[in-house]
């Protein structure tokens, strides 16, 4: 299979071009290097319509297969390794390393997934037999962002497999083409219109949400878009989930060691370039330990390397598209329009590419927009407490709550924070513990329902009760 050019859509089948095309840029030398189908209407409608006709007999089959199917899509990763990872560092940025992370996560994600049955239970009442049992929805709208394109995917298309959906899944327009290629890869393993992808822009992603013949949207992306496509599914009372942005906060209380704990600190909150979801974006450290961590966590950043993707030995790339770029250094010149100091980086190299260098504000005011607003790219506040209750406070005080840390030598203490956290996700003395077992959501304005897990996989299905009572 070609990785670097061909890029075709994927409906009922077959692959499928498009008289109109966008071009692609790659982030770290704003150079526009491949194109994508830009899906019209009718494409959309003749996926919509495959995926129905492919439903009853997908529903069918016995989830042994549909099981199957998706091992064949971790294999198929895993065969095309090399080819996904060169695509996703051209499209999103990010090094090797964060590529195969990327590629090789979502093979295990597709293995794991793949053990899930769905629950039956059976209740025995006056002599009356109840079944609680989960049928698939239909055809389920994916739509996905560009911070890690083929494990969002892949966190969608599993689990409604499994669950007997088909799907219409729509990439990011900044990042489509690893996505189309996987199409492609699975073009002869699906059955015709199991899946179908179609790319284009925003528009199109509002044409899912909009669109009679889906059952349900699942959407990965901003507050903002989240709230855009609740309203506009609720027209057909589409099922909706929804897995938003966030302001995560971490907690480091004063008995850790910093040197020991500044590399999980470091990378769990500019890992991905800082494009992940719930990436440290608030660092709140005990005032007694606030200049250790401090010292270390930069120590630390000054042993990585921020460049293009696509050299060897460059571990972080640059920001993914120009509009979350503008968004990066607008926060970093208000920082220093209001006199904040930066303990690392803050200039902006001239030059070409969305490149910004890891950058660390030294206890910004609470109300800097630094710290309020999410900035999904490599600025991050330190910020000192010296009261648990005030932090906890501090950390709260945001609309959104989907993931947040604590960092503590007494985990029954750090247990106790994390439960008054109001967040979907907390992870003690570590970051990015994901499992396709634990559910995983967002609180507040950071989503509506749940992915992973038995919770996330019902969000792929209707509930149905049966209620037998024998003639007498
Ligand atoms: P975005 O909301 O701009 O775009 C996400 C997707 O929605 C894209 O495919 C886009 O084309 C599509 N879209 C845009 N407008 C639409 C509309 N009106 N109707 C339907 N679809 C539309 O988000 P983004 O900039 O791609 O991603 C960054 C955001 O995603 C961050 O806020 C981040 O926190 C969040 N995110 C959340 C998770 C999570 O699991 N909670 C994971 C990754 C990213």
Known sequence: MKFDS????????QLVTSDK???VINPATEEVFAQMPDASHEHLDKAVAAANAAF??????????????????AKCLEDNRDGFCRLLTLEQGKGRGGAEYEVDASAGWCRGTAEFTLPVEI???????TEIRHTPIGVVGAITPWNVPILMMVWKIAPALVAGNTIVLKPSPYTPLATLKLGEALKDILPAGVLNIVSGGNELGQWITNHPGIGKVSFTGSTVTGRKVMESASATLKRVTLELGGNDAAIVLPDVDPKAIVPALF????FNSAQVCVAIKRLYIHE???DAVARELVEYAKGVTVGDGAKQGVDLGPVQNKMQFEKVKSLIADSHGKGHKFLLGGDIPDGKGY???ISIVDNPPEDSRVVVEEAFGPVVPLLKFNDLDDVIKRANNTDTGLGGSVWSADTDKAYEIAKK???????????????????????KQSGVGVEHGIEGLLEFTNTQTITVKALA
């Open 123 to 129: 209740m025995e009442e006056d002599g009356r037999r």
């Open 56 to 73: 009853p007999a997908w529903a069918a089959r016995p989830i042994a297969e549909r099981q199957e199917m998706v091992v064949a899509i």
């Open 21 to 23: 095309t966008m071009g």
């Open 267 to 270: 990378w769990g909150a500019f």
């Open 6 to 13: 061909d890029f075709a859509m994927l409906i009922n089948g």
């Open 355 to 357: 490149f910004i260098p």
């Open 288 to 290: 007694d330990i606030y």
């Open 421 to 443: 956290l109001e967040t979907g996700t907390v992870w003690i003395n570590e970051m990015f513990a994901f499992s396709h077992k634990a559910t995983f959501s967002g609180h």
